[in-house]
């Protein structure tokens, strides 16, 4: 069936680049990410050797405090180089590398150790933004990004511009090793006003209500989520929930001067950003290993070629997403249908949807939908396409023709409701007008047999109207058959037919004929026909003002073609989209093997053009 | 009967109007007092002009003759309503009895003679809706 006649499927919806195409990690990124390696290898061994060059030091906060650098930079790197989570991923170098500078409180010289407490004010913060932005390195929600923009406001305006002012930085701090004997502050300008006392502790309260604010912000997207995105986000929850916990221990160990509780809060946050980048790491490695094991299960099950609904299910149970979904290329119904040929709207980053097209070489295939979470795991994503590439192509094969047939049986149902519509103006015309006007005649007849001995007069008047009534009734009935099939196109072919409608058109309206006296079928003519005769119509209705309108039929190919063109207002047809008369003329066309194409630009005209080819 | 029997015809052909007019005209003690084209023109023309006999078209659009019979009844009784139909009337013959009208006649049938009887027939019975020409 040929559908040139449809408009062609939007951009958005053609597939793009197909997963097997996408690029390997260009050098120069392998030339930034050795150098990032090295570069955190190198402030990691600083920190520790830093941190023993003081000679009390604690081999516990030492270790750790290292491996806050190291550890986020090597995950980060590992999850960069994978291009998954790859923005996450850079999120997590930069804070392993910032921390180095956290790591310069172990020391005992004063300006060090100043610079290490003033770095330290980030921590929080950064924590925080990183809490939030998992797994896709970006603030998705309003709620996300007031929480990120107070902590880091509480570190800009409450902490920072106070560091002139307090002799000596809070006690109790859990990525130094000095508790109650720590060096005081290296930039204090020498006076303390006595608002410090009470800024410190508020500082710190509103800090604590913002991770509050943070954890109930991550509870919310818990709960809103899908199971797959659960999955990955509860460990999140998990650990944002204990980070909370211990940050509140230690804010009332500092203020209460208990060192049990500062001491054990301190050892939980050391450990807190090592152990976030394994989780972060066991994550990444899970989907991995995952994969290593499920796609060998679905290559075995896709061996029995599965029938769509099974085909899916299988691709779900893999994916673990229930809500997957599959579309098929259907260049019959211009765009992606379900297996049965319903066409389904493929739109990504719509309700948390992720697409992946599937192709080969430039070949749409299909195209899954599926969580977004999936988007991260890109290799996964492959393999089970590149596994279920043959089934996915016969089935697009079955889905193409079940959009054609239903294409088809909506044409039929079309065009079957427009012979009915035809039969009942047929009837009603008939009987609005010749059956009443013979009615009449039937009634006047009578009369005049009636009065014709008491009123001789008006009997005469009566029988002389009969002649004209007749003559009334006969054109009536012309007018109708010619409405139902002109006898001028039977007897005289396209050119004459065409001829009367145009001399009796509302705009000027110029024929060109060039069929030479060759007629056609009688389908085919009737098609031309009445396509032309609707067209030239909707030209007087909607033209505007259309001041000529021209109609050319000609033989084309092995074929008729046909253009009635118009210089009026135009119209848009992808909005319009298709009127009762363009869908009819469609049908008409589409019945014959034929095509009908609208082209029409606002100002300059619209040119209606339809091609038949003989059978 | 001294005043004429005031006659308004109902129906949305212009032909059948025209040549009801003829008729009304060449019958003896009858004459018209208006025409409608539609049911709900009929329900106005009736209040306005007060006609004691009413020529009913039963095939019109929006509201058809039957109901617009069974409207005029419930507000005023008193005109006779002869519905009539150039289509086959034993098909209507089932809802035009029960609508309350006095006769249903074939338009091809109609002739002064016919016109005289129908009225006298119900006109003589006294209120719309008897049993006997149905």
Redesign the interface.
Known sequence: MDTSHLTAAPAHLLPAKPLAQRAPPRASHGAWMAATGFLGVVLAAVSLALAFRTGDAQPGVAVLNALSVGMPVAVGLYAWWRQSNERFGLLLVAVGLAYFLVTLAVSRDEVIYSLGRIAAFAVGPLVIYVFLTFPTGRLESRASRVVAAGAALTVAVLAWPTIPLTREFPPYFPWGDCTTDCPANAFFSGSEPGIMTVLAPAREAIFFVFLLLGVAVLAGRLRAASALQRRTLVPVLVVAAVWLAALAVLFVGRRTGNAALTGAASWVLLAAIPLTAVGVLVGMLQWRSYAGVAIPRLIGRLAAHPAPPDLRRVMSDTLNDPSLRIAYWAPAAGGYVSADGVPIEVVPDREGRGVTPVAVDDRPVAAIIHDRVLNDHPELLEAVAAAALLVLDRHRLDADLNASIRQLRESQGRILAAADRERERIERNLHDGAQQRLVALRMKLALVREIAGTDPGRAAVLQGELGRDVDEALDEIRDLARGVYPPLLASGGLPDALAAVASSAPVPTTVRCSTRGRRFSREIESAVYFCCREALQNAGKHGGVARRVTIVVRPQGDGLAFDVTDDGDGFDVERTGAGTGLTNMSDRLGALGGTLTVDSRAGVGTAISGRIPLR | MDDPVAVLTVD??P??L???R??I??TPGFCSVGEAHSGEDALAAVELLRPDLVLLDV?MPAMDGVETTRHLIKRDPHPIILLVS?DDPEALRDRARRCGAAALVR???????VLRRLWEDHAGAGAAGSERSM
């Open positions: 949305d052909s032909s059948f025209r040549v009801a003829q008729l005209a060449a095939r150039s338009k091809q049938e109609l002739a002064p003679s």
